[in-house]
């Protein structure tokens, strides 16, 4: 079997039919698509039992809510594929040649460890379909991936081998939010090839009642923490190269830590004061604007007057 496909269910039971079909529309049938119900109290379960009956590449596996990361580490577990993806089950594909083209570039490009591929943001009125004709996979450094916003700080718009996953054991981190942080950091560690095409494959649903849009303090305070998960990981033995993605990765975090606070419903700046002080500097490793704007904010407006901008900013965007 060539790919293993993992969606974590949880009382999603008005979109993983769509995200099932466009999986089950793929021209190529050598995968085995793994749903994980993690507990949902909808019909989401019952949905995936319907759907198993019918398909046999389809595995159900029924759970009490543990949560995302352990629905996908329970995936990887019992997966059987040679690559591994993960699709979020509100989530879709939207051509269906995607794993076909893959399957035939990793076939002849056998020491690939890692394929990426591009997303599309699509809201709940919103239906994107696509046909793409040719993918033109290409090798990339992780620097220039980095640098060129290809790879994403998500576990999706990923197809990755198995045996990288589960001899680094790149399990997910159990109980807190925004794992794909922490879990992307470690996984830029592990990869020796890395390809990509530029061509979108991927339908991400921006959902009014997703965890995205509702920031807490356990938000902000999880995604602080990732961050210094991943400046005690051992890099010293890494290229120059390297290093320069790996904390331009990380300033793209920490930029995402200071807009997530600066949109919290209940987070108290002034206990993440000291933390922004001392770590505030990884923002000068960026290639992107974004970073560089918020590091001079910070120099300039000082932290309250940075989040108090970056909250107007935001709201005006959820507006439109």
Request: proline fraction near 0%; charge should be negative.
């Amino acid at each position: 079997m060539f790919f293993s496909i993992i969606v974590p269910v949880f009382n999603v039971d008005q979109y993983i039919e769509e995200c099932i079909d466009s999986i089950l529309l793929q021209n190529c049938n050598d995968y085995e698509l793994i749903l994980i119900d993690d507990g949902s109290t909808d019909r989401s379960g019952e949905i995936c039992d319907l759907y198993d009956e019918k398909y046999d590449q389809i595995v159900v596996i029924h759970k009490e809510n543990g949560g995302l990361s352990d629905a996908r580490n329970k995936g990887i577990e019992i997966s059987k594929g040679e690559y591994i993806l993960f699709i979020d089950s509100d989530d879709y594909l939207v051509d269906n040649t995607l794993l076909d083209g893959a399957k035939d570039f990793l076939i002849f490009q056998k020491n690939c460890d890692l394929l990426l591929f591009g997303f599309v943001k699509v809201k709940d009125d919103n239906k994107k379909n696509d046909t793409i004709d040719d993918y033109n996979f290409r090798l990339i450094s992780l620097q220039d991936a980095v640098k060129n916003g290809i790879f994403y700080t998500s576990a999706w718009c990923k197809i990755i081998k198995r045996e990288i996953i589960i001899e680094h054991k790149l399990f997910f981190e159990m109980n807190i939010y925004s794992e794909d942080m922490d879990w992307c950091a470690r996984l830029s560690l592990t990869v020796d090839t890395i390809c990509y095409t530029e061509c979108c494959s991927y339908a991400y649903r921006q959902r009014n009642d997703s965890i995205s849009k509702n920031i807490s303090e356990k938000n902000v305070q999880d995604i602080e923490n990732n961050i210094k998960r991943s400046l005690a990981l051992d890099i010293n033995n890494k290229s120059d190269k390297f290093k320069s993605a790996f904390f331009d990765l990380l300033a793209r975090n920490f930029s995402t830590y200071i807009i997530a606070l600066a949109v919290s419903s209940n987070s108290d700046i002034n206990c993440h004061k000291d933390y922004i002080k001392e770590y505030m500097h990884i923002l000068t490793k960026a290639c992107r604007k974004r970073e560089k704007i918020i590091y001079f904010f910070l120099k300039v407006l000082g932290i309250t007057g940075t989040l108090n901008i970056l909250k107007s900013v935001y709201r005006c965007k959820d507006k439109i």
